[in-house]
């Protein structure tokens, strides 16, 4: 199974600052990430797919990078709207896998 | 759009059988090439992903609960469903419902989720 960890596991930020969150892979996944947003009491909802598509929905300040092993998730300026968890997914190899998280908090 | 909604029991005894349904709206849960997905979530920790069916009925299951675990369809209903056998107070979750669409070199992003449903292992 392929592992991914994400870091940092939280970020304290103020609104209009930029956020990068990690993710890296056990072994090589091509493109093969997503990243999702989860809010309190929230179902995941996808953000990112194939490392660099930004789903329906969300704005361009939301950004994703990377191939092979490392991946990165950049929030431009900081929105209100924006703090959450975020996990990263990875669709190279059954089963599907998550990160850990990266919760995004208000400073 | 497509819309999905767990149920079952919210309560389920240690060493019983968990069941829950995921009822699909807004769009044929046969049609189309999609995988169709069972992932929980414990309070305050990530999510893990316990399976998935196929439009056309193969399966496929983390090995981690595979020898507990059952997921079938009933495109009568347009649901699918999930049992997972002698449950014990770590299968204590959130269990959510979700849809991929099957993409080049196979497996799938979960693109539609239904809200979830707590189910709690207690005696």
């Known amino acids: 199974e392929i592992v991914l960890t994400q870091s940092p596991a939280t970020l304290s930020l103020s609104p209009g600052e930029g956020a990068t969150l990690s993710c890296r892979a056990s072994?090589?996944?091509?493109?093969?990430l997503a990243w999702y947003q989860q809010k309190p009491g929230q179902a995941p909802r996808l953000l990112i797919y194939?490392?660099?598509n930004r789903a329906t929905g969300f704005p361009a300040r939301f950004s994703g990078s990377g191939s092979g092993t490392d991946f990165t998730l950049t929030i431009s300026s900081l929105e209100a709207e924006d703090f959450a968890v975020y996990y990263c997914?990875?669709?190279?190899?059954?089963?599907?896998?998550f990160g850990g998280g990266a919760k995004v908090e208000i400073k | 759009q497509v819309q999905l909604q767990e149920s079952g029991p919210g309560l389920v005894k240690p060493s019983q059988t968990l069941s829950l349904t995921c009822t699909v709206s807004?769009?044929?849960?046969?049609?189309?090439?999609?995988?169709w997905s069972w992932i929980r979530q414990p309070a305050g920790k990530g999510l893990e992903w316990i399976g998935r069916i196929y439009t056309s009925g193969s399966t496929n299951y983390n090995p981690s609960l595979k020898s507990r675990v059952t997921i079938s369809v009933d495109t009568s209903k347009n649901q699918f469903s999930l049992i997972l056998s002698s449950v014990t107070a770590a299968d204590t979750a959130v269990y959510y419902c979700a849809r991929g669409e099957a993409r080049s070199g196979g497996s799938c992003y979960l693109d539609s989720w239904g809200q979830g449903t707590l189910v709690t292992v207690s005696s």
């Open positions: 194939d490392a660099s």
């Open positions: 997914q990875q669709r190279a190899n059954w089963p599907l896998t």
């Open positions: 072994q090589s996944i091509s493109s093969y």
């Open positions: 807004g769009g044929s849960i046969s049609s189309g090439s999609y995988y």
